[in-house]
């Protein structure tokens, strides 16, 4: 038999796709917890504690009166998982923000950590820019390179935020798409140089060059992505024409 918690964290997930999807409008009032509760066929005490979780995400504000649906803009990062897996295709606008954001990030992370890390921590990177090339020629390889890449590097930085972001949404969007079979295709020439340019810049402790390699990368990554999901839907790339 599911326990309360179960049966909270199933209504929480419901409730908070539908206020992802639109179902209820900005500043629009939920049902009440009676009526949850008879929607759901759960106690009160279980739907209220869904509230509790979708308030703690930022989509709604309890108050005296009902739960009151707050502007997506908002929300706590913690939303941007669920948005992201909100439909079957990752949502190219929603793509091109985060590898913006989340390459901004990771290239202040690298210079961070050129500045802290020790010559062995910086040789390590090399080794793992390495495994990143031997892997050239599979993308889920190489992308769980990537991810390893990514981690340690935020580990030499000391940057825990960088890394858990990382570990959630990169990783999300990667899967998603590999189950779709949306395989994006990097111009290898492109990515000799940008994996040239890290292990010689890590080697040097040059920030500029590691950093320059890295802002290439994501839009190299951003690039090849949306073609990828424009041949996999070609209504996105009518959309685009």
């Known amino acids: 038999m599911p326990t ?7 209504i929480a997930t419901q409730l908070r796709s539908e206020i992802l999807r639109g179902h209820f ?17 759960a106690s009160r005490g279980a739907v209220r504690e869904a509230l509790s979780q979708i308030e703690q995400l930022g989509l709604i504000a309890i108050k005296p009166g009902g739960a009151r649906v707050q502007p997506l803009r908002d929300a706590r990062i913690a939303v941007l998982g669920p948005l992201m897996a909100l ?8 793509l091109d923000n ?23 921590q910086l040789n390590r990177l090399r080794e793992h ?12 390889a190489q992308q769980q390179q990537w991810r390893e890449f990514f981690s340690y590097l935020s580990e030499v930085a000391d940057n825990l935020v960088v890394q858990l972001i990382g570990n959630d949404l990169k990783a999300q969007f990667v899967e998603q798409a590999m189950k779709l079979g949306i395989t994006p295709v ?34 190299e990554l951003t690039l090849c992505m949306q073609q990828a999901l424009a041949d996999f839907n070609p209504q996105l790339q009518r959309a685009a024409g």
């Not at 409008?25 to 066929?41: I, T, V, Y």
């Open 25 to 41: 409008r900005e500043g629009e009032r939920l049902p009440s917890e009676r009526d949850l509760a008879a929607r759901f066929s």
């Open 129 to 140: 820019v390495v495994s990143i090339q031997n892997a050239a020629d599979d993308f889920a």
């Open 87 to 94: 439909h079957e295709i990752p949502d190219p606008k929603l």
């Open 4 to 10: 309360q918690n179960t049966i909270s964290s199933e």
């Open 186 to 219: 990097f111009r290898k020439r492109v990515m000799a140089q940008i994996l040239g340019a890290l292990k010689q810049g890590f080697a040097r402790r040059d920030r500029d060059k590691v950093g320059t390699a890295l802002r290439l990368y994501f839009q």
């Open 98 to 120: 985060f590898l913006q954001t989340f390459g901004a990030l990771a290239t202040l992370t690298a210079e961070e950590a050129i500045s802290r890390g020790s010559s062995e």
